[in-house]
């Protein structure tokens, strides 16, 4: 059974940061591109990050030199680091593990994450 677990979301000030994790277990963590995307209140989902399996990233322009995103093979597990927040980043924020070959998808059931003065 496939399960992705996300944890670390909160509520934090503007300027203030915090870091995501995602765990991962009936996987071959290690053949999958993880990723982050959020979802804000009437908006679609859209790509925060993602890193392959070789660890090359890749971040959407809105979070870029703000958050870092990395992945652990030894754990099964997968970080985003969020710094200097935005209000705009308030969002729920979900895995992803994606196998392009195996055409496989994964998604955890999210985390909220509040940016508030």
């Known amino acids: 059974q496939v399960q992705l677990v996300e944890s670390g979301g909160g509520l934090v000030q503007p300027g203030g940061s915090l870091r995501l994790s995602c765990t991962a277990s009936g996987i071959n963590f290690r053949m999958y591109t993880m990723g982050w995307y959020r979802q804000a209140p009437g908006k679609q989902r859209e790509l925060v990050a993602t890193?392959?399996?070789?660890?090359?990233?890749n971040y959407a322009d809105s979070v870029k030199g703000r958050f870092t995103i990395s992945r652990d093979n030894a754990k099964n597990m997968v970080y985003l680091q969020m710094r200097s927040l935005k209000p705009e980043d308030t969002a729920v924020y979900y895995c992803?593990?994606?196998?392009?070959?195996?055409?496989?998808?994964?998604w955890g059931g999210g985390t909220l994450v509040t940016v508030f003065s």
């Open positions: 890193i392959t399996s070789g660890s090359n990233t």
């Open positions: 992803n593990a994606h196998w392009e070959l195996a055409k496989r998808d994964y």
